[in-house]
């Protein structure tokens, strides 16, 4: 299996911490967020790794060979030339497209501003089939990725297996919300084609697409698991607030 990072976002609402530096190597107590997610991966016998990587991407191509040897594990950089003026469809659709080309393999996809309890992506790891972290305990918002399933399969305490995406998205209505999509998802090496085709679809369509939106379409042609977060802890990290929020957490994770 393979850990993906996706690292190559300017962080503008974070600014002035990014002016010299992306948002993943941003410290957390001396630790960048990138170390620390490749650590949580590597605690889910994850060893080899992609990072995609654009804004200021020499600090982090440099900073990849040092963790390489520090932790015993593979990393390859791959660039998204076009970072500025593209989203996550495409730096996804970069690493996906390589890994199709070269061996088809599991993949867990993170990205590189989350800050998230280990055991979220030791779970997930454990999937068979495709699959999407879902929190079902934070209270919703705006600014929250919601999903609506439906055809649901349910789990023995009533909580949503697996489903169908019927609607993804941040302006989704908040009752009719099944939960919040994280941004931790997997994909198994069976559906990396028909992954990239539906990348490829909304990349023609609008390059600044989210890569979240092809899970709608992919959970019609195959099985995917909601994994639950059941309280396991997580931020993302878009502005100053979420810096905050992300510094206590980490505090509160490795205490």
Same mark, same amino acid.
């Given at each position: /299996?393979?850990?993906?990072?996706?690292?190559?976002?300017?962080?503008?609402?974070?600014?002035?911490?990014?002016?010299?530096?992306?948002?993943?190597?941003?410290?957390?107590?001396?630790?960048?967020?990138?170390?620390?997610?490749?650590?949580?991966?590597?605690?889910?016998?994850?060893?080899?790794?992609?990072?995609?990587?654009?804004?200021?991407?020499?600090?982090?191509?440099?900073?990849?060979?040092?963790?390489?040897?520090?932790? *015993?594990?593979?990393? !390859?950089?791959?660039?998204?030339? !076009?970072?500025?003026?593209?989203?996550?469809?495409?730096?996804? &659709?970069?690493?996906?497209?390589?890994?199709?080309?070269?061996?088809?393999?599991?993949?867990?996809?993170?990205?590189?501003?989350?800050?998230?309890?280990?055991?979220?992506?030791?779970?997930?790891?454990?999937?068979?089939?495709?699959? /999407?972290?879902?929190?079902?305990?934070?209270?919703?918002?705006? *600014?929250?990725?919601?999903?609506?399933?439906?055809?649901?399969?349910?789990?023995?305490?009533?909580?949503?297996?697996?489903?169908?995406?019927?609607?993804?998205?941040? *302006?989704?209505?908040?009752?009719?919300?099944?939960?919040?999509?994280?941004?931790?998802?997997?994909?198994?090496?069976?559906?990396?084609?028909?992954?990239?085709?539906?990348?490829?679809?909304?990349?023609?369509?609008?390059?600044?697409?989210?890569?979240?939106?092809? &899970?709608?379409?992919?959970?019609?042609?195959?099985?995917?698991?909601?994994?639950?977060?059941?309280?396991?802890?997580?931020?993302?990290?878009?502005?100053?607030?979420?810096?905050?929020?992300?510094?206590?957490?980490?505090?509160?994770?490795?205490?």
């Amino acid at each position: /299996m393979i850990g993906v990072i996706l690292a190559a976002g300017m962080g503008t609402r974070l600014m002035p911490l990014t002016k010299e530096i992306p948002k993943a190597l941003l410290k957390i107590n001396d630790m960048t967020l990138l170390e620390r997610m490749i650590i949580n991966c590597i605690n889910a016998d994850i060893s080899k790794f992609i990072v995609i990587v654009g804004y200021n991407k020499d600090k982090v191509i440099d900073l990849c060979p040092k963790l390489e040897e520090k932790h *015993e594990i593979e990393i !390859k950089t791959i660039v998204n030339e !076009k970072y500025d003026v593209t989203n996550t469809s495409v730096s996804t &659709y970069l690493a996906s497209k390589y890994i199709e080309e070269n061996g088809k393999e599991d993949f867990i996809l993170v990205n590189g501003d989350n800050v998230v309890d280990r055991e979220i992506i030791v779970n997930l790891a454990k999937c068979e089939n495709t699959g /999407m972290i879902i929190d079902n305990y934070k209270e919703l918002n705006e *600014e929250s990725f919601k999903l609506i399933i439906r055809n649901k399969t349910l789990n023995e305490d009533k909580t949503i297996a697996s489903g169908e995406i019927e609607a993804i998205g941040k *302006e989704l209505d908040i009752p009719s919300s099944s939960g919040e999509f994280i941004g931790v998802s997997k994909v198994v090496a069976d559906n990396i084609v028909e992954f990239n085709r539906i990348l490829e679809g909304l990349i023609e369509e609008d390059p600044q697409n989210y890569y979240d939106f092809a &899970y709608k379409e992919l959970s019609t042609i195959t099985p995917i698991d909601f994994v639950l977060t059941n309280g396991l802890k997580w931020t993302e990290i878009d502005d100053h607030r979420d810096w905050e929020i992300a510094q206590k957490l980490v505090e509160e994770l490795e205490s």
